[in-house]
């Protein structure tokens, strides 16, 4: 390098020191207003730090108000839950489920739940209770109770809630209920007497051991398969040495949840075509009756009618156990009912449980929700429900009630939550791949009485196999029609 431009750098660098010496004159060190940079400021990019400034100051967008009301209405108000279960214990199940509400909770709301299954007739006993002005904040029960509730003025059309902006249940979580429970969960189309809260599922429970004996590797998949099955077990006893000598093949229950699961398997409804009032005597479900009685007469089947008599049910799964039939209708939620003893390889029968099943193949099987309800209170109160509402229904509370109950769970995402329980609990887990078969219970105040009219209807149909089923369905049409009309008065 030449002597010049080494000059050149030396007069450049003597240059800038006495640039920065200048500059340290004009700020002295000693400041009591300095402050050293701090570390993490040096480290938090621009972006971040604007964010953070932000963030301390004041926000200018107000939040908003659930219902027309501040969220401090509810600080510290004291709500009355409703349920009926009658197996709880302090501290398990609804109870601690409520319990953790009441710890976490932002709003400091206290829960007080009050389980009414412990007395014979539960629903009669809240009856009583409503008739005396004596009615909780909010109520779990099941479906079929509710639009009378709502009739009578006990109860709140919950739209409002669910669609509110600050309060409500966002689309996307609406979106998470399984198909069909939420929107169809109405009367007149748009009135919410409830929302959903867990469901259990009218099945068809199945013997898979036994039908493999007798040379089904499958289950039946058309009305013909299920009358073919079912005569072979009836009839066929040579064939499956572990069987009963008086087994028959199906027992058929004329319970109003088994008959509409059927209806519906048949393509039929049960609703007039102008959408008041029931319609019995139709080609499908006159079909299904005579099914059922061609299944009896040809000793394929026999029947039980659960109804007033509840030891039915448990003798229901004592011949299901027993092996004296190869199928029965019933509840999922009786699943822990079933236990099938050793067969003549040593080991218990395999078992499973299967939709309805039409004579083209539907599938289908009712579903019966139990609800939420809120009851006419105060503004304060009945937002205060709502939110406790809101976290009964969250994935969360789904699943853990779900493993407690052995309910189904009204929302998807609880599932992920679900996956130990799962693997645990096979038969609990097949019944969730039937919930995309399932349809709702009707929410009609008639409901509750019509049921019982279709019971009965369907056991003399059953039990007389020489009666007209026109004449029959056509006198339930009749009886059917008159009590939509009473609770219209």
């Known amino acids: 390098m030449s002597q010049y431009n080494k000059k050149h750098q030396l007069l450049f660098i003597i240059i800038i020191l006495a640039l920065l010496a200048g500059s340290c004159d004009q700020i002295p060190m000693s400041d009591p207003g300095l402050q050293s940079t701090s570390v993490l400021v040096q480290t938090i990019p621009p972006a971040t730090l604007t964010a953070i400034s932000a963030a301390q100051e004041p926000s200018q967008t107000p939040v908003p108000e659930p219902m027309g009301l501040p969220w401090s209405s509810v600080e510290g108000l004291e709500l009355n839950f409703w349920y009926v279960w009658d197996l709880d214990q302090p501290d398990t199940g609804m109870n601690a489920i409520v319990d953790r509400f009441n710890q976490e909770n932002q709003w400091g709301i206290v829960v007080n739940p009050v389980d009414q299954g412990l007395v014979l007739d539960p629903l009669d006993s809240m009856e009583m209770a409503f008739e005396e002005g004596i009615v909780p904040h909010l109520l779990l029960s099941d479906a079929s109770t509710i639009a009378s509730w709502y009739q009578d003025g006990l ?14 249940i966002p689309v996307k979580d609406q979106n998470d209920y399984y198909s069909g429970l939420l929107d169809g969960f109405t009367i007149a189309g748009s009135i919410r007497p409830g929302i959903p809260f867990s469901q259990a599922i009218q ?83 006159r079909q299904v009756a005579e099914d059922w009685q061609s299944l009896l007469r040809q000793g394929c089947g026999m029947t039980f009618y659960a109804y007033p008599d509840p030891m039915s049910s448990e003798l229901s799964f004592e011949y299901f156990n027993q092996r004296k039939t190869m199928m029965m209708l019933g509840s999922s939620q009786m699943m822990d009912y079933v236990d099938t003893g050793a067969n003549q390889t040593g080991r218990a029968d395999d078992w499973e449980m299967l939709p309805f099943i039409g004579p083209e193949g539907k599938k289908a099987v009712s579903s019966e929700i139990q609800s939420i309800v809120i ?24 699943a853990e009630w779900a493993q407690y109950s052995r309910y189904y769970p009204i929302r998807k995402s609880s599932l992920r939550l679900l996956r130990d329980f799962r693997t645990e609990n096979p038969h609990w887990s097949q019944g969730l791949n039937l919930l995309k078969y399932s349809i709702g219970i009707p929410l009609d105040p008639s409901w509750n009485t019509v049921k019982l009219s279709i019971g009965d209807a369907f056991e003399e149909i059953l039990i007389d196999g020489t009666l007209d089923v026109e004449d029959q369905l056509l006198a339930l049409d009749q009886l059917a029609a008159e009590l939509w009309e009473y609770t219209r008065e």
């Open 203 to 285: 099945v068809i429970y199945y013997n898979q051991s036994w039908a493999g004996e007798l040379g089904y590797s499958t289950p039946p998949n058309s009305g013909q398969d299920l009358e073919e099955q079912a005569c072979s077990a009836a009839g066929d006893r040579e064939l499956s040495a572990s069987s009963q000598v008086q087994a028959t093949g199906i027992l058929l229950s004329p319970e109003a949840a088994n008959i509409v699961s059927a209806a519906y398997a048949y393509n039929g409804s049960f609703f007039s075509l102008e959408g008041h009032g029931y319609l019995f005597n139709t080609p499908e479900i």
């Open 155 to 168: 109860t709140l059309d919950l739209t409002p809630f669910l669609d509110d902006p600050a309060a409500g």
């Open 375 to 398: 009851f006419n209170t105060s503004s304060e109160e009945e937002l205060a429900s709502w939110l406790f509402l809101k976290y009964l229904t969250s994935p969360e509370v789904q």
